[in-house]
């Protein structure tokens, strides 16, 4: 069930945008960084794996320090008696073990991975003041891009849709025609208009949710889960029909370099995990071989995203390519049945929908954790009022400003994603080996080691992660100045 989740959490928004970055950049360029991306997001996951075992046996280690100090107390003092003391310690023991956890006899060990230590948690267990600020800092820009991302995409699906549902334009969304944002849509209103009232819309219905906290969102999540994965079978099969009826009409490069930063950007979105691994990894009752596993979901992963995205640039012409692919498919001509084409076209709107709130309360918490004084609490305006609207303007005014979700994809993806999904998995992997060799004596070994023990990795993924940064910003920059 956990690896299943993982596989539903790192398929999501990026995959829709990835076929556009597959035709840019070239087939082969784009498989090879594919799977060397992928290949790097699965070693990263494995030294987080290896920071939660790291930090479990530090909180452990802490709690035993703690036992033993009170013991001593109670000898000197007789004032509680050995029942309470064996009744607050099972109660304590019954909380934080997993729900599936199964019981074994004699003691467990040090290393076993039974509290959710989340990554916020790690950062300021392992780094010193500077890197749990950098860390913050680096979560909460990853955030807002990711609600920018999902502000511009409901809105832009919506525009796209209804617009060429109305007029001479209807059923010509997929079919390659270019419009402008000043095209008209409905009489006098113009696309861009039209585009920045479901902004508005989007905001009003959704923005109030961050002023609140979000909870019990399980049926929505599955149901979010079912419409995700009949939208994208629906896309592969109507693809492959389209390319074994000879009416395919893609013919992508095998290289183009220019479409490199887009694609790498678009490539770490889609493989993000490493956030959510403590939520994902501390219910698995059995740990033992869960980097084999985890292994395994990525290899189903890359595998999926090559057949999306390799059917969707031969199926359809470079030029026709949408940044949000499910907008191909709301062609007349390529699908007949109007269910199917609306399903397709307004797919992104109900996901992303659900989604929205839940990532907005997240980057509010993250904004209160940044800025939480030890044993104060905010003033309810500060609480109520001023977290939620510096998380929710933002995002909004970014949308408002742009609706290229490619770039925006690949902005959050190269920067704030990088930093997520590299560097800070490397630091953590690092900083909890040094300090289990301080607290444990050098003889101690986690039972979570990753693979990729010898420090030649975390030095590798390192210079890649910070490569990947100045090579990102040169592009931007040079693309920048020939404009």
Same mark, same amino acid.
């Given at each position: 069930?956990?690896?299943?989740?993982?596989?539903?959490?790192?398929?999501?928004?990026?995959?829709?945008?990835?076929?556009?970055?597959?035709?840019?950049?070239?087939?082969?360029?784009?498989?090879?960084?594919?799977?060397?991306?992928?290949?790097?997001?699965?070693?990263?996951?494995?030294?987080?794996?290896?920071?939660?075992?790291?930090?479990?046996?530090?909180?452990?280690?802490?709690?035993?320090?703690?036992?033993?100090?009170?013991?001593?107390?109670?000898?000197?003092?007789?004032?509680?008696?050995?029942?309470?003391?064996?009744?607050?310690?099972?109660?304590?023991?019954?909380?934080?073990?997993?729900?599936?956890?199964?019981?074994?006899?004699?003691?467990?060990?040090?290393?076993?991975?039974?509290?959710?230590?989340?990554?916020?948690?790690?950062?300021?267990?392992?780094?010193?003041?500077?890197?749990?600020?950098?860390?913050?800092?680096?979560?909460?820009?990853?955030?807002?891009?990711?609600?920018?991302?999902?502000?511009?995409?409901?809105?832009?699906?919506?525009?796209?849709?209804?617009?060429?549902a109305t007029g001479n334009h209807s059923c010509s969304v997929g079919?390659?025609?270019?419009?402008?944002? /000043?095209d008209k849509c409905w009489g006098p209103i113009r696309r861009i208009?039209?585009?920045?009232?479901?902004?508005?819309?989007?905001?009003?219905?959704?923005?109030?949710?961050?002023?609140?906290?979000?909870?019990?969102?399980?049926?929505?999540?599955?149901?979010?889960?079912?419409?995700?994965?009949?939208?994208?079978?629906?896309?592969? !099969?109507?693809?492959? !029909?389209?390319?074994?009826?000879?009416?395919?009409?893609?013919?992508?490069?095998?290289?183009?370099?220019?479409?490199?930063?887009?694609?790498?950007?678009?490539?770490?979105?889609?493989?993000?995990?490493?956030?959510?691994?403590?939520?994902?990894?501390?219910?698995?009752?059995k740990k033992k071989h869960v980097n084999k596993l985890v292994l395994?979901?990525?290899?189903?992963?890359?595998?999926?995203?090559?057949?999306?995205?390799?059917?969707?640039?031969?199926?359809?012409?470079?030029?026709?390519?949408?940044?949000?692919?499910?907008?191909?498919?709301?062609?007349?001509?390529?699908?007949?049945?109007?269910?199917?084409?609306?399903?397709?076209?307004?797919?992104?709107?109900?996901?992303?929908?659900?989604?929205?709130?839940?990532?907005?309360?997240?980057?509010?918490?993250?904004?209160?954790?940044?800025?939480?004084?030890?044993?104060?609490?905010?003033?309810?305006?500060?609480?109520?009022?001023?977290?939620?609207? !510096?998380?929710?303007?933002?995002?909004?005014?970014?949308?408002?400003? /742009?609706?290229?979700?490619?770039?925006?994809?690949?902005?959050?993806?190269?920067?704030?994603?990088?930093?997520?999904?590299?560097? !800070?998995?490397?630091?953590?992997?690092?900083?909890?080996?040094?300090?289990?060799?301080?607290?444990?004596?050098?003889?101690?070994?986690?039972?979570?080691?990753?693979?990729?023990?010898?420090?030649?990795?975390?030095?590798?993924?390192?210079?890649?992660?910070?490569?990947?940064?100045?090579?990102?910003?040169?592009?931007?920059?040079?693309?920048?100045?020939?404009?």
């Open positions: 069930v956990g690896l299943v989740y993982m596989f539903n959490l790192i398929v999501g928004t990026g995959a829709l945008t990835m076929p556009k970055a597959f035709a840019t950049a070239g087939w082969l360029v784009s498989l090879v960084l594919l799977m060397f991306l992928g290949f790097m997001s699965y070693m990263t996951t494995t030294f987080v794996v290896e920071a939660m075992a790291a930090a479990n046996a530090q909180l452990r280690w802490k709690r035993m320090e703690k036992r033993k100090e009170d013991d001593e107390d109670e000898d000197s003092s007789s004032g509680v008696s050995d029942s309470d003391v064996l009744l607050q310690d099972g109660y304590e023991r019954a909380e934080t073990r997993p729900i599936l956890s199964v019981q074994r006899r004699g003691s467990p060990n040090i290393f076993e991975i039974t509290e959710r230590v989340e990554m916020g948690q790690m950062a300021s267990m392992f780094f010193n003041k500077v890197g749990v600020n950098l860390f913050y800092f680096c979560i909460i820009i990853y955030l807002y891009g990711d609600l920018a991302i999902y502000a511009a995409a409901v809105p832009v699906s919506l525009m796209q849709v209804t617009c060429s079919d390659g025609t270019k419009y402008n944002d /000043t208009d039209a585009y920045r009232l479901y902004l508005a819309a989007f905001t009003l219905l959704l923005g109030p949710f961050t002023f609140f906290n979000v909870q019990k969102t399980k049926y929505l999540q599955i149901m979010t889960s079912l419409m995700r994965w009949i939208a994208f079978i629906v896309m592969i !099969i109507l693809a492959l !029909i389209r390319i074994s009826r000879g009416q395919a009409e893609g013919h992508p490069s095998m290289a183009q370099l220019s479409g490199i930063r887009n694609l790498f950007g678009v490539c770490v979105y889609s493989f993000m995990c490493q956030h959510s691994l403590p939520s994902l990894i501390t219910p698995i009752s395994l979901d990525y290899i189903l992963i890359l595998a999926f995203y090559s057949l999306l995205s390799f059917t969707a640039i031969y199926c359809f012409r470079n030029d026709t390519l949408m940044d949000m692919y499910t907008l191909n498919f709301t062609n007349c001509k390529i699908i007949s049945v109007a269910f199917i084409r609306y399903f397709l076209g307004l797919f992104p709107v109900f996901t992303i929908s659900t989604n929205f709130p839940i990532i907005a309360v997240t980057l509010r918490n993250n904004w209160k954790t940044l800025f939480h004084r030890e044993g104060g609490t905010y003033p309810w305006v500060v609480d109520r009022i001023v977290f939620p609207a !510096i998380t929710l303007i933002p995002p909004v005014l970014v949308a408002f400003c /742009t609706h290229d979700l490619e770039s925006l994809v690949g902005i959050t993806g190269a920067y704030a994603g990088n930093g997520i999904q590299y560097l !800070i998995p490397a630091f953590l992997a690092y900083c909890s080996r040094k300090d289990t060799q301080l607290v444990f004596g050098s003889g101690t070994v986690n039972k979570h080691l990753s693979p990729f023990r010898h420090t030649f990795w975390i030095v590798f993924v390192l210079i890649w992660g910070f490569s990947c940064f100045v090579f990102v910003t040169a592009n931007i920059v040079l693309s920048e100045s020939k404009l």
